[in-house]
């Protein structure tokens, strides 16, 4: 693997359970003894996107492994973005500094044109609503942490399924096990046909409902997410179907005592703080599994 622009590289199921395990082992390990093969390398995490997690967890995963970094953290206003400069041209020029470039950007399709000129590895960090690939990466591994292993799993994916990255590109990625998926959406935020198209391709048994009343009790994962406030184009469309699911304690209360609850964060209301002392509650600890199972990728792209 050169690039990481598609979750669709990551689809092998021989390559997943070779990164799930190297990231069970590096979860196990000192700091002190972690690898170092990105020493003597610098790479770039240029972000054009808000971006807590994805940034940090990336930033960690590469000075842990002994690389350097140099970031720009809003790179639509502090690049020459802001004075007209393409994205390949950006590109380019990061090329002269780093042995790679972790990427978020508005624009779907855009790792890839980054992709297309850059001669270091680009890695997807979000693209519009596009991909989100590492992020599934870390979301199918804490199903795989949990639940020891995806076969036979019913797995919910909740809330807005058209506008959020992660869902399409973790539905992908479960496509790639034994795994039966309910989709969950208000009617206009239900998963893009093109995704739905790719299920069945797979032959992955899928279910759409607008309301959550009979998964609850019959899911082994619930994973909710965030309805993607500026990718409306009327606020009052956001407003009328951003309380549509509200996870209470009340409700996962019905839900199996071994199910779990994901969430790619940041969550806004659509799950209680409540909850999040339910032993179901898995999103904190899912954070924690994206440094390392990046940590596992980095290792795989530059060690091949
Ligand atoms: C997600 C994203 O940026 O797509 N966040 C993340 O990377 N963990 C989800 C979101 O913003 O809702």
Known sequence: ?????????????????????????????????????????????????????????FETAIQNLGGQLISTENAGQFSSAAKGETLEDTIRVV??????????????????????????????????????????????????????????????????????????????????????????????????????????????????????????GEVDVLYMTRVQKERFKLIEDYKAIKDNFILTLDQVRKMKEDAIVLHPLPRVNEIAVEVDSDPRAQYFQQVKNGLFVRMALLEEIYSS
């Open 1 to 57: 693997m050169k690039h990481c622009v598609s979750v669709k590289q990551l689809s092998d199921p021989v390559l997943l359970d070779k990164l799930f395990k190297r990231a069970d082992e590096l979860q196990a390990m000192p700091l002190k003894d972690y690898p170092k093969p990105l020493e003597h390398m610098t790479l770039a995490t240029l972000f054009y996107e808000p971006s807590t997690r994805t940034r940090l967890s």
């Open 95 to 216: 090329n002269c500094f780093a042995e790679g470039i972790v990427i978020r950007h508005p624009e779907s399709g855009a790792a890839e044109r980054a992709a297309a000129v850059s001669s270091v590895p680009i890695i997807n960090s979000g693209d519009g609503t596009g991909e989100h690939p590492t992020q599934a990466l870390l979301d199918v591994y804490s199903i795989f942490r949990a639940k020891k292993s995806l076969d036979g799993l019913k797995i919910a994916l909740v809330g807005d399924l058209l506008n959020g990255r992660t869902v399409h590109s973790t539905a992908q990625l479960l496509a790639a096990f034994n795994v039966e998926l309910v989709l969950i959406a208000p009617e206009s935020l239900k998963m893009p046909q093109a995704y739905l198209d790719e299920l069945d391709k797979q032959s992955i048994k899928y279910t759409e409902v607008d309301n959550w009343q009979d998964a609850l």
